[in-house]
């Protein structure tokens, strides 16, 4: 499918687009776009489908009432050839959108849209757009960009991330604060913002001057005065260790992990799944894949290890594992090295075992948490 033309993106979307398309490739998630901005022409088009033109209904949305319409979503899958729609995906890169500031369709109820992504700023809906210009008001409302935008009437969230390094909105805490062309220089003074003013943000910061966005004109603000909209930086985000985990047991058990970083009941069972598998496929243990810890799965394991130089199943499900705990094997290639074996002798030190660097029952188990 075709790159998306994210130049008709709203241009904090396409940067927080990129922002996303970053993050997915440090996790080796294959993310790609297929639809951005739609014109509301083409959106009427794809509404008379099914209904007066041939072919299935597609859409609920006339032209202007789709956020397609105003280049502030876009939609995602994963470039896999087959693998395009999985759920498991939708599930990870969906959440690490949110907290990247964006909306995502699949929290909505009435009609989860999972592919969907979007500027959460005026809502679920382009109703504020509609209003300020019109049903087909693209051009008008991309005129106002310049860089900016019309005031956000929501607040969007800048996730897990420091606090002004993050794009995003903030507001004015304070009557008469500067909105500067220069830092520190009331002369070149734009407008003052009044308690509760809202303007953009993109990141860039000099000395405690914040780079601003406001009615199509940039220019900075005292950090004194304002507040970041986003969550404060205490907001402590998952583990990356663990997130790398996660990502590996949706792609080994097909676990439909959410990638929180959080090691919670179901990131265990998700764990012990893939041990499951790997008996299955080592030893051909015949067990259920079910994350179940029974008498069966313990007595597959009873007498098999692994340690440093082999290569099998059980060395890629002791990965996982490592990962899924916390510690870092340096990579899931089913290959026991190095990395792997140190991580396999904290694991071991952690849990008050005998060092000696072999994964055998006692270090899987504890590694499962059985
Ligand atoms: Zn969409």
Partial sequence: MARIDT????????????????????KGLAIEFSTGYRSAAEQDALYAQGRTTAGSIVTNARGGYSQHNWGIAADFFQNIKGREWENWFFDTVGPM????????????????????????D???????????????????????????????????????????????????TDDGVWFVATP??????????????????????????IHAMSGGRTGWVSENYVAYDGP?????????????????ANNYVNAGLIVDGVRGDLTKHAGIKCVQQAMNMDYGAGLAVDGEWGPKSDSALKGHYVEHGEEQEMVRALQILLYLNNYNPNGVDAHFGDGCKAAVGEAQQDHGLTLDYVAGYNTFKALMGV
């Fill in 122 to 172: 005026w809502g679920d809906m382009p109703t504020a757009l509609i209003n300020a210009y019109g049903l087909h008001g693209y051009d008008a409302f991309r005129a106002a960009w310049g860089g900016s935008s019309v005031t956000p009437s929501q607040p969007s969230h800048g996730g897990s991330v420091d606090g002004w390094k993050a794009t995003g909105t903030a507001t004015a």
């Fill in 97 to 120: 959108a949110e907290s990247l500031g964006m909306g995502w369709g699949g929290r909505w109820t009435d009609f989860p849209d999972r592919p969907h992504l979007y500027l959460p």
């Fill in 232 to 248: 404060s930086h205490d907001e402590v985000s998952g583990s990356t260790l663990i997130s790398a985990g996660q990502i590996h």
């Fill in 7 to 26: 130049s008709k993106l709203h241009p904090r979307f396409a940067n927080l687009i990129l922002q996303l398309e970053n993050q997915c490739a440090a």
């Fill in 184 to 209: 520190g220089d009331k002369s070149t003074l734009i407008q003052y913002f009044n308690t509760g003013n809202r303007f953009e943000v993109d990141g860039q910061k000099s000395g405690h001057w």
